[in-house]
Protein backbone atom coordinates (compact mmCIF):
# COMPACT_ATOMS: atom_id res chain seq x y z
CA UNK A 1 0.00 0.00 0.00
CA UNK A 2 1.30 3.52 -0.70
CA UNK A 3 0.46 6.55 1.35
CA UNK A 4 2.10 9.11 3.16
CA UNK A 5 4.17 7.39 5.40
CA UNK A 6 5.57 10.44 7.73
CA UNK A 7 2.02 11.44 7.84
CA UNK A 8 1.01 8.27 8.78
CA UNK A 9 3.89 7.70 11.28
CA UNK A 10 2.91 10.49 13.38
CA UNK A 11 -0.39 9.63 13.36
CA UNK A 12 0.56 6.42 14.93
CA UNK A 13 2.56 7.94 17.65
CA UNK A 14 -0.20 8.81 19.67
CA UNK A 15 -2.58 5.69 18.52
CA UNK A 16 0.14 3.44 19.74
CA UNK A 17 0.65 5.15 23.14
CA UNK A 18 4.87 5.26 22.34
CA UNK A 19 6.69 6.20 24.72
CA UNK A 20 10.37 6.76 23.28
CA UNK A 21 10.96 8.06 19.47
CA UNK A 22 14.51 7.83 18.08
CA UNK A 23 15.23 9.70 15.46
CA UNK A 24 18.21 8.61 13.51
CA UNK A 25 19.20 10.97 10.90
CA UNK A 26 17.97 14.16 12.60
CA UNK A 27 19.39 16.31 9.86
CA UNK A 28 17.85 19.85 10.21
CA UNK A 29 15.13 18.94 13.07
CA UNK A 30 12.32 19.49 10.93
CA UNK A 31 11.02 16.30 12.00
CA UNK A 32 11.92 16.25 15.05
CA UNK A 33 9.92 19.00 15.80
CA UNK A 34 6.34 16.76 13.99
CA UNK A 35 7.15 14.16 16.36
CA UNK A 36 7.24 16.70 19.52
CA UNK A 37 3.68 18.19 18.52
CA UNK A 38 2.60 14.21 17.68
CA UNK A 39 3.45 12.98 21.14
CA UNK A 40 3.83 15.73 23.29
CA UNK A 41 4.41 13.44 26.35
CA UNK A 42 7.21 11.10 24.98
CA UNK A 43 11.28 11.18 25.48
CA UNK A 44 12.55 12.02 21.95
CA UNK A 45 16.26 11.26 21.39
CA UNK A 46 17.36 12.52 18.11
CA UNK A 47 21.00 11.90 16.57
CA UNK A 48 22.33 13.80 14.12
CA UNK A 49 26.36 13.23 13.36
CA UNK A 50 27.26 15.96 11.23
CA UNK A 51 28.89 18.88 13.24
CA UNK A 52 27.39 21.40 11.08
CA UNK A 53 23.70 20.23 11.61
CA UNK A 54 24.27 18.99 15.38
CA UNK A 55 25.49 23.12 15.74
CA UNK A 56 22.11 24.33 14.58
CA UNK A 57 19.82 21.63 16.28
CA UNK A 58 21.74 22.93 19.56
CA UNK A 59 20.98 26.45 18.81
CA UNK A 60 17.36 25.55 18.00
CA UNK A 61 15.32 26.78 20.44
CA UNK A 62 12.37 25.14 19.71
CA UNK A 63 13.82 22.04 20.16
CA UNK A 64 15.67 22.79 23.34
CA UNK A 65 11.60 24.22 24.53
CA UNK A 66 10.98 20.87 23.08
CA UNK A 67 12.65 18.16 25.71
CA UNK A 68 14.51 17.32 22.65
CA UNK A 69 17.13 15.40 23.59
CA UNK A 70 20.41 15.43 20.94
CA UNK A 71 22.79 13.28 20.46
CA UNK A 72 25.78 13.64 18.22
CA UNK A 73 26.68 9.93 18.07
CA UNK A 74 26.37 8.30 14.49
CA UNK A 75 24.06 5.29 15.27
CA UNK A 76 24.70 1.72 13.53
CA UNK A 77 25.15 -2.09 14.64
CA UNK A 78 28.73 -1.60 16.57
CA UNK A 79 29.61 0.17 19.67
CA UNK A 80 33.12 2.21 18.70
CA UNK A 81 34.55 4.49 16.40
CA UNK A 82 34.15 5.61 12.57
CA UNK A 83 34.48 8.16 9.84
CA UNK A 84 31.47 10.36 8.73
CA UNK A 85 31.85 11.21 5.37
CA UNK A 86 30.71 14.27 3.90
CA UNK A 87 30.04 15.91 0.66
CA UNK A 88 32.22 19.06 -0.94
CA UNK A 89 30.75 22.27 1.19
CA UNK A 90 30.03 25.30 -0.96
CA UNK A 91 30.05 27.70 1.70
CA UNK A 92 26.09 27.92 1.48
CA UNK A 93 23.82 28.79 4.86
CA UNK A 94 22.78 24.46 4.18
CA UNK A 95 21.98 21.60 6.26
CA UNK A 96 24.54 18.76 4.86
CA UNK A 97 23.79 15.27 4.27
CA UNK A 98 26.15 12.15 4.94
CA UNK A 99 26.79 8.61 4.89
CA UNK A 100 29.13 5.91 7.04
CA UNK A 101 29.83 4.70 3.95
CA UNK A 102 31.91 6.34 1.26
CA UNK A 103 29.07 7.61 -0.67
CA UNK A 104 29.42 8.05 -3.93
CA UNK A 105 25.74 8.98 -3.81
CA UNK A 106 26.78 12.22 -2.10
CA UNK A 107 29.23 12.73 -5.03
CA UNK A 108 32.36 15.02 -4.86
CA UNK A 109 32.84 13.88 -0.72
CA UNK A 110 35.46 16.35 0.50
CA UNK A 111 36.58 14.95 4.02
CA UNK A 112 36.02 12.06 6.23
CA UNK A 113 35.00 13.56 9.53
CA UNK A 114 35.84 11.12 12.94
CA UNK A 115 32.46 10.30 14.93
CA UNK A 116 31.97 7.80 18.21
CA UNK A 117 28.95 5.22 16.92
CA UNK A 118 26.99 3.60 18.79
CA UNK A 119 24.60 0.71 18.54
CA UNK A 120 21.12 1.58 19.74
CA UNK A 121 20.38 -0.91 22.10
CA UNK A 122 23.67 -0.24 23.88
CA UNK A 123 22.75 3.77 24.16
CA UNK A 124 19.15 2.92 25.65
CA UNK A 125 20.37 0.74 28.04
CA UNK A 126 18.70 -0.14 31.18
CA UNK A 127 17.34 3.40 30.73
CA UNK A 128 14.53 1.52 28.64
CA UNK A 129 12.36 0.49 31.30
CA UNK A 130 11.12 -2.90 29.83
CA UNK A 131 7.17 -1.81 29.34
CA UNK A 132 7.83 1.38 27.77
CA UNK A 133 6.86 1.61 24.05
CA UNK A 134 9.46 2.14 21.56
CA UNK A 135 9.59 3.98 18.04
CA UNK A 136 12.12 4.07 15.10
CA UNK A 137 12.67 6.70 12.31
CA UNK A 138 15.71 6.15 10.77
CA UNK A 139 16.43 8.13 7.99
CA UNK A 140 20.65 7.07 7.35
CA UNK A 141 21.88 7.14 3.97
CA UNK A 142 22.16 3.41 2.89
CA UNK A 143 22.85 2.57 6.48
CA UNK A 144 19.64 1.48 7.46
CA UNK A 145 20.09 -2.35 8.02
CA UNK A 146 22.82 -1.42 10.17
CA UNK A 147 20.95 0.97 12.39
CA UNK A 148 18.02 -1.63 12.47
CA UNK A 149 20.97 -4.40 13.38
CA UNK A 150 21.70 -2.31 16.13
CA UNK A 151 17.95 -2.13 17.92
CA UNK A 152 18.28 -5.80 18.22
CA UNK A 153 18.38 -5.84 21.64
CA UNK A 154 15.71 -3.62 22.66
CA UNK A 155 13.22 -5.34 19.13
CA UNK A 156 10.57 -6.46 21.38
CA UNK A 157 9.70 -2.91 22.75
CA UNK A 158 9.92 -1.68 19.01
CA UNK A 159 5.63 -1.50 17.96
CA UNK A 160 6.27 1.39 15.00
CA UNK A 161 9.40 1.78 12.44
CA UNK A 162 9.34 4.17 9.86
CA UNK A 163 13.02 3.81 7.85
CA UNK A 164 14.57 4.57 4.55
CA UNK A 165 15.37 1.96 2.13
CA UNK A 166 17.23 1.80 -1.25
CA UNK A 167 15.88 -1.13 -3.77
CA UNK A 168 19.59 -0.92 -4.86
CA UNK A 169 23.06 -0.39 -3.87
CA UNK A 170 23.17 2.93 -4.76
CA UNK A 171 25.04 4.85 -2.07
CA UNK A 172 27.84 1.87 -1.81
CA UNK A 173 28.31 -1.16 -3.49
CA UNK A 174 27.96 -3.27 -0.27
CA UNK A 175 25.02 -1.83 1.41
CA UNK A 176 22.34 -3.44 2.42
CA UNK A 177 19.13 -3.16 0.31
CA UNK A 178 15.59 -3.76 0.70
CA UNK A 179 15.34 -7.17 1.00
CA UNK A 180 17.59 -7.17 3.87
CA UNK A 181 15.77 -4.55 5.23
CA UNK A 182 12.43 -6.36 5.33
CA UNK A 183 13.90 -9.70 6.30
CA UNK A 184 15.30 -8.33 9.58
CA UNK A 185 12.28 -6.45 10.15
CA UNK A 186 10.38 -10.05 10.16
CA UNK A 187 12.76 -11.43 12.46
CA UNK A 188 12.40 -8.48 14.40
CA UNK A 189 8.91 -9.33 14.83
CA UNK A 190 7.51 -6.08 12.53
CA UNK A 191 4.84 -6.42 10.05
CA UNK A 192 5.62 -3.81 6.61
CA UNK A 193 2.23 -2.04 6.42
CA UNK A 194 2.98 0.50 3.91
CA UNK A 195 5.84 2.57 1.81
CA UNK A 196 5.56 5.71 0.47
CA UNK A 197 6.46 4.83 -3.12
CA UNK A 198 6.28 1.53 -5.38
CA UNK A 199 9.40 -0.59 -4.13
CA UNK A 200 11.02 -0.83 -7.33
CA UNK A 201 12.17 2.80 -7.11
CA UNK A 202 15.74 3.60 -5.49
CA UNK A 203 14.54 4.97 -2.47
CA UNK A 204 11.36 5.01 -0.73
CA UNK A 205 10.51 5.04 2.90
CA UNK A 206 8.24 1.93 4.83
CA UNK A 207 6.31 1.52 7.73
CA UNK A 208 5.90 -1.13 9.97
CA UNK A 209 4.18 -1.72 13.20
CA UNK A 210 4.40 -4.87 15.52
CA UNK A 211 2.78 -7.62 14.26
CA UNK A 212 1.14 -8.71 17.95
CA UNK A 213 -0.78 -5.62 18.28
CA UNK A 214 -3.30 -5.48 20.45
CA UNK A 215 -6.97 -6.16 18.73
CA UNK A 216 -7.93 -1.94 19.37
CA UNK A 217 -4.57 -1.32 18.37
CA UNK A 218 -4.93 -3.06 14.91
CA UNK A 219 -8.47 -1.55 14.13
CA UNK A 220 -6.36 2.26 14.71
CA UNK A 221 -3.61 1.26 12.03
CA UNK A 222 -6.64 -0.45 9.62
CA UNK A 223 -8.51 3.14 10.23
CA UNK A 224 -5.41 5.28 9.38
CA UNK A 225 -4.11 3.33 6.92
CA UNK A 226 -7.43 3.17 4.96
CA UNK A 227 -7.70 7.23 5.12
CA UNK A 228 -4.33 7.73 4.23
CA UNK A 229 -4.95 5.21 0.72
CA UNK A 230 -8.18 7.44 0.19
CA UNK A 231 -6.42 10.50 0.35
CA UNK A 232 -3.58 9.06 -1.78
CA UNK A 233 -5.88 8.01 -4.27
CA UNK A 234 -7.71 11.39 -4.25
CA UNK A 235 -4.72 13.30 -4.61
CA UNK A 236 -3.59 11.20 -7.76
CA UNK A 237 -7.19 11.49 -9.37
CA UNK A 238 -6.98 15.34 -9.04
CA UNK A 239 -2.53 15.61 -10.17
CA UNK A 240 -4.28 13.43 -13.44
CA UNK A 241 -7.09 15.67 -13.84
CA UNK A 242 -5.06 18.82 -13.91
CA UNK A 243 -2.50 17.46 -15.76
CA UNK A 244 -5.32 16.41 -18.24
CA UNK A 245 -6.67 19.89 -18.50
CA UNK A 246 -3.29 21.58 -18.94
CA UNK A 247 -2.75 19.57 -22.35
Known amino acids: MIVNTRRVFLQLLRALRIDVV ?12 RFRRAAPRARIIAFEPHPENLRRMRADPSLRDGRVEISSLAVSNYDGTGQLFAPRHDGRETLQASSLYGASALREVSSAI ?23 WIDAVGHSHEVLEGAAGVAPQVELLHIQIDSQACV ?14 DRMGLEQIATSAPTERPQFHALYVR ?23 VGRGIRALAGSLGK
Open 211 to 233: RELRRRERWAVSTLLAAARGRHL
Open 114 to 136: PVETSRLDTFLGESLDARRRLAL
Open 172 to 185: APHQKTYPHVRALA
Open 22 to 33: CEVGSFGGADTR
